[in-house]
């Protein structure tokens, strides 16, 4: 097991299943799918993202350095997690963007069914060192923890 202290951006504690991605994140190409045409699995969109593309998304520890794309990315998160369509977490090497941070921040304060945690700047090591399928458990202290 390897330890990680990140910057908590939203509270919480999860264990999940870790999904990754060495590209930035597109959110609106990644979930609109599953947003706009239903796919319960919730893969992947996203045909520019090897990694991913094709992969479900829903209940994973999405791990990944940042996102990039359109200016939805924050309202596409907050929908993901209203419908209860979202990651179980979001795990950013770098610090989160503006974006991304806007929308998991709503959905933290409006949507009280879902609770997706997320924490920032774990580092490129992080990034390195994690492989799909790996537990990840999240506390609430921003120690991310990798088995």
């Not at 990944?64 to 209203?82: N, R």
């Not at 179980?88 to 304060?109: K, Q, R, T, Y």
């Amino acid at each position: 097991m390897k330890t990680f202290q990140g910057r908590v951006v939203t509270p919480g504690t999860v264990t999940a299943e870790a999904l990754v991605t060495t590209q930035g994140f597109n959110t609106l190409a990644s979930f609109q799918m599953a947003l706009q045409f239903g796919d319960k699995a919730v893969k992947c969109g996203d045909q520019n993202n090897e990694e991913l593309h094709g992969k479900p998304m829903i209940g994973k520890a999405l791990c990944l350095p940042q996102t990039i794309g359109s200016t939805t990315g924050g309202l596409v998160l907050y929908c993901a997690c209203a419908l209860e369509k979202n990651p179980a977490c979001l795990l950013f090497a770098n610090h989160i963007d503006s974006l991304a941070a806007a929308g998991a921040i709503l959905a933290d304060v409006w949507v009280e069914s879902v609770s997706m945690p997320v924490v920032d700047c774990l580092g490129d090591e992080f990034l390195n060192y994690v492989k799909d399928g790996m537990k990840i458990t999240i506390k609430e202290n921003g120690i991310v923890e990798v088995e």
